[in-house]
């Protein structure tokens, strides 16, 4: 099972942008699809974004497309979320998450068997 480590959370102002990475451990990174969630206080976990293992299909939640960026360096064994424009709502503690089993791109929770241990994006407005 691969371990996850996200990293680049902080606290930003409304507009601002933050580049969120996860580190994988192990050698076999490209054989995951990986995707970000995202939790506020309250809230149920929920899909932001995810991509494909080569890179090559990505998709976005509603609420952060066209804001949100979602890329992979498999060479690195990390994957990033470049988040511009950010909102309040966009508060959350974000997740990365490892999926090795499916064929198309999955986007619920459910679907991933691995997962970091969170980092806290806090948007002030």
């Known amino acids: 099972q691969v371990q996850l480590v996200e990293s680049g959370g902080g606290l930003v102002q409304a507009g601002d942008s933050l580049r969120l990475s996860c580190a994988a451990s192990?050698?076999?990174?490209?054989?995951?699809?990986m995707g970000w969630f995202r939790q506020a206080p309250g809230k149920e976990r929920e899909f932001v974004a995810a991509?494909?293992?080569?890179?090559?299909?990505?998709f976005y939640a509603d609420s952060v497309k066209g804001r949100f960026t979602i890329s992979r360096d498999n060479a690195e064994n990390t994957v990033f979320l470049l988040m511009n424009s950010l909102k309040p709502e966009d508060t959350a503690v974000y997740y990365c998450a490892a999926n090795s089993k499916s064929l198309l791109l999955p986007s619920v929770v459910g679907d991933f068997g691995s997962w970091g241990q969170g980092t806290q994006v806090t948007v002030s407005s």
């Open positions: 192990g050698r076999t990174f490209s054989t995951y699809h």
């Open positions: 991509i494909s293992r080569y890179g090559g299909s990505t």
